[in-house]
């Protein structure tokens, strides 16, 4: 979100797009999680709505791949091209930001958002996966293509793992055991209630989702504004809730 003061004038859902969008560095920049962080001592600037990498490998594939004359006459490959970069621009928002601050407003979200299905879209930063999606495809496409696969394909998994779930220190998903802060007496309750009755929650500090679909599964009732109390996850937020 930026730091300057925002146009009163803006409606409700441009500032939460402004919000939900990616920063020019998001796309460079590992996850929280990753150890560069730790061993070059680098601060996390970016939100977590904000941190969405996509791995250099596939860039540098991908760059490489543009130079090869039968890319450009495989119009399936020129058209996934288009769609992830289209996508890309459309995620950063309402307008480019460079480490937090705003530089100039995007023309291309400007005429696409007003259009449905995008009108209905608070989080422009989404539509990065069609990028990521994209780009892989083209990259693992080309090398299947030009290089011999039974090689390059284990080097390419063994790349995967390293640069995921190793260097991102997750090695396993996370899980954590919320039965410990979970109400089951009124849960039983509102189990046993009858099926028209309809369940308004109230999100747990940051643990919303995760909560909120584990009591709709557990009391089986519709859920009435579960998700439009969700937390952006800004330092400013998380600072106070960390610290409690």
Do not use: C
């Not at 920063?23 to 939100?47: G, I, K």
């Not at 791995?55 to 769609?83: N, T, Y």
């Not at 999100?203 to 089986?220: E, K, T």
Request: net charge neutral; no cysteine; glycine share 2%.
């Amino acid at each position: 979100y930026s730091r300057r003061e925002r146009n009163s004038s803006e409606s409700p859902t441009e500032l939460e797009s402004a919000s939900f969008s990616l920063d020019l560095m998001s796309p460079f920049l590992p996850m929280w999680s990753h150890v560069l962080y730790r061993w070059l001592e680098f601060p996390r600037f970016l939100t977590l709505e904000r941190t969405s990498p996509i791995d250099f490998l596939v860039i540098a594939i991908l760059i490489f791949s543009l130079k090869a004359r039968e890319f450009w006459r495989d119009s399936f490959r020129r058209v996934l091209l288009g769609m992830g970069l289209v996508a890309l621009v459309y995620s950063f928002g309402p307008e480019f930001h460079f480490r937090r601050e705003p530089l100039f407003a995007n023309w291309l979200y400007a005429i696409l958002a007003p259009l449905p299905p995008l009108s209905v879209s608070r989080d422009p930063n989404r539509f990065f996966m069609i990028t990521v999606l994209s780009f892989t495809f083209l990259a693992f496409d080309f090398v299947r293509t030009r290089w011999r696969w039974r090689f390059a394909a284990p080097a390419l998994v063994a790349w995967a793992i390293v640069t995921g779930p190793l260097l991102n220190q997750t090695p396993f998903v996370p899980a954590e055991d919320l039965t410990k802060a979970l109400p089951y007496p009124a849960l039983e309750v509102i189990k046993a209630s009858p099926p028209a009755v309809i369940v308004a929650h109230i999100p747990l500090a940051v643990a919303q989702d995760p909560v909120q679909n584990f009591l709709q599964l557990y009391h089986g009732h519709r859920i009435n504004a579960g998700y439009l109390a969700y937390t952006a996850y800004t330092m400013d937020v998380m600072n106070p809730v960390l610290a409690d």
